[in-house]
Every structure is written in C-alpha cells, then in structure tokens.
Nanobody, 136 residues
Framework: QVELVESGGGSVQVGGSLRLSCTTS????????MGWFRQAPGKEREWVAG????????YYADSVKGRFTISKDNFDNTLFLEMNSLKPDDTAMYYC?????????????????????????????WGQGTQVTVSS
C-alpha cells in the first residue's frame, strides 16, 4: 500500500509564501509524473504543476507560472511546491498525486508526461490534501 501525505499548508496574507511537501510511505514505487492539484469549495479539481521522473522537466498551469516552483527529492520521493506571491485565488485544498511506473504499459517520455500531467486520470496515488488560505 502507498500513502501520500501533504503538509505545509496554512493561512497567509496576499503576497506571502508557503512551501508544501508531499511525503510518500508504504510500498516503494517510482513515478514518471508527479503533480500538484488544488480544489476550491464549489469548484472542480484543478491541476497546478507537474514534474517528470528525476526532475528534468517541470510543467505549470498558466495561473501559477512564475510564482510556483515544483521540485522533488529523488532519494526519498518527496515532492515540494514552493508558492510565492500568493493571491486570494490560490486559496484551496492542495493535493499531491503520483503515477506508478509498474502500472504503465510502456515507458512515459517527458513529452508524453507534458500531455497527460494535468489529467487526474493519469495518477494512481493521491494524498488527502493540505489547506492553503490566502487573505487580503
């Protein structure tokens, strides 16, 4: 069994920063694509950022590009999201997600990850979320 656990959320004022972490535990696994999503009350889950395998490629939603940075510690498979210049529209529950190499029929290239990274269907494992609240 695999477990993803997010942490680092909280309440900040506009323009503030937070750093989210996503730790993995349970059965060891490897991913092609890992990502961050968010969901605000009454809205659909929205993709935020993604990262390929060892971190060689990163992908961002237009709404966060230039403000958020996704990274990964490959040793322990921990995922991070550095969030700067936060806005009220960033208020949401943030979730990390990961696919599992062993569950794919074929290897995934960075270009293919770029195509699927924003789709919730792409991922095998999800965390329970951490709340981010940005107030003006």
């Amino acid at each position: 069994q695999v477990e993803l656990v997010e942490s680092g959320g909280g309440s900040v004022q506009v323009g503030g920063s937070l750093r989210l972490s996503c730790t993995t535990s349970g059965n060891r696994f490897s991913s092609y694509c890992m990502g961050w999503f968010r969901q605000a009350p009454g809205k659909e889950r929205e993709w935020v950022a993604g990262i390929y395998n060892g971190g060689s490629h990163t992908y961002y939603a237009d709404s966060v590009k230039g403000r958020f940075t996704i990274s990964k510690d490959n040793f322990d498979n921990t995922l991070f999201l550095e969030m700067n210049s936060l806005k009220p529209d960033d208020t949401a529950m943030y979730y990390c997600a990961a696919d599992d190499i062993l569950r794919r029929a074929a290897p995934l290239s960075p270009l293919e990850c770029d195509v699927v990274v924003s789709g919730t269907y792409n991922y095998n494992y999800w965390g329970q979320g951490t709340q981010v609240t940005v107030s003006s």
